[in-house]
């Protein structure tokens, strides 16, 4: 069964870095597209943009342009997002989807961010 | 960007009752392109409405969807405990690939 299985909870100081994954399993990583979406604390869903799974090259979102970085590891069917610098306000939980054709599809269980001093 | 507005922001109904919600565009969507999620708190969403009608797997009956262009509407007909949760529309029609703010469905 197709699933998405993301790392777990991180807990940071601001100005650090935090590499968060997502392993694909049960179907072909490379024919779908990978979504990343953001939901703060008690707020809604954010799309931050996707990465082509076939080609690496990640498309974001203006808000999410600079400090933010999706990458791949295709042999692993893994998708990663990387927040440099981190801030307060980057507390989240962050969600990696695929996308099916028109829609996002399949989600992960979500990680969660925390930033603090 | 297109903005999706949802309508109500909070609403709550009794057992049996008919429910619909609605989520207008700020620019014509595709209805290939507009789709409803559920969510219910400490899960991640799951695609509940595809292509402004179609409903996905395990989808209860009970839920519709339709629409076009800038209007769009999630109805359950028959409300039951199960479906209390927050729904969002989002548009996959031009990037940015939004998200309305969320109806959040409550039991009366």
């Known amino acids: 069964q197709i699933q998405l299985v993301q790392s777990g909870p991180e807990l940071k100081k601001p100005g650090e870095t935090v590499k968060i994954s997502c392993k694909a399993s049960?179907?072909?990583?490379?024919?779908?597209?990978m979504n990343w979406v953001k939901q703060a604390p008690g707020k809604g869903l954010k799309w931050m943009g996707w990465i082509n799974t076939n080609t690496g090259e990640p498309t974001y979102a203006e808000e999410f342009k600079g400090r933010f970085a999706f990458s791949l590891e295709t042999s692993a069917s893994t998708a990663y997002l990387q927040i440099n610098n981190l801030k307060n306000e980057d507390t989240a939980t962050y969600f990696c989807a695929r996308y099916g054709g028109y829609y996002l599809d399949y989600w992960g269980q979500g990680t969660t961010l925390t930033v603090s001093s | 960007q297109i903005v999706l507005t949802q309508s109500p922001a909070i609403m709550s109904a009794s057992l049996g009752e008919r429910v619909t919600m609605t989520c207008t565009a700020s620019?014509?969507?595709?209805?290939?392109?507009l789709h409803w999620y559920q969510q219910k708190p400490g899960s991640s969403p799951k695609l509940w409405i595809y292509?402004?009608?179609n409903l996905a797997s395990g989808v209860p009956a009970r839920f519709s969807g339709s629409g076009s262009g800038t209007s769009y509407s999630l109805t359950i007909s028959s409300m039951e405990a199960e479906d209390a949760a927050t729904y969002y529309c989002h548009q996959y029609h031009r990037s940015p690939f939004t998200f309305g703010s969320g109806t959040k469905l409550e039991i009366k």
């Open positions: 292509s402004t009608s």
């Open positions: 620019s014509s969507v595709s209805s290939s392109y």
């Open positions: 049960g179907y072909t990583f490379t024919n779908y597209g």
